[in-house]
């Protein structure tokens, strides 16, 4: 069982910055790819970036590559998403993720255990 929990969200200015953080229970983080998703009101939760287990390799969405920085500290048992250049659009609900065994890191389905999100809005 891993649990995590988010935080960092807030209210943003377009063109500002804000860091999420995920801490995860439990000793076995490293075992996990974890992921962050993003769900605005009235869309579908969509994948934004992941990162292997090692931390060797990420993975973008294309609406953040370039803006969004996707990190880990194993020691620390925690997962970042660094955002810069923030826009109106990316007003959401972030969430992190965690995937013990997948290949696919951009659906939502492949993770086995999801944070209770935090908000971010971006104002124009």
């Known amino acids: 069982q891993v649990q995590l929990v988010e935080s960092g969200g807030g209210l943003v200015q377009a063109g500002g910055s804000l860091r999420l953080s995920c801490a995860a229970s439990?000793?076995?983080?490293?075992?996990?790819?974890m992921g962050w998703f993003r769900q605005a009101p009235g869309k579908e939760r969509e994948f934004v970036a992941a990162?292997?287990?090692?931390?060797?390799?990420?993975y973008y969405a294309d609406s953040v590559k370039g803006r969004f920085t996707i990190s880990r500290d194993n020691a620390k048992n925690t997962v970042y998403l660094q955002m810069n250049s923030l826009k109106p659009e990316d007003t959401a609900v972030y969430y992190c993720?965690?995937?013990?065994?997948?290949?696919?890191?951009?659906?939502?389905?492949?993770?086995?255990?999801w944070g209770q999100g935090t908000q971010v809005t971006v104002s124009s």
């Open positions: 993720a965690a995937a013990y065994s997948t290949s696919s890191y951009y659906s939502p389905g492949s993770y086995d255990y």
């Open positions: 990162i292997k287990r090692s931390g060797a390799f990420t």
């Open positions: 439990g000793r076995t983080f490293s075992s996990y790819a």
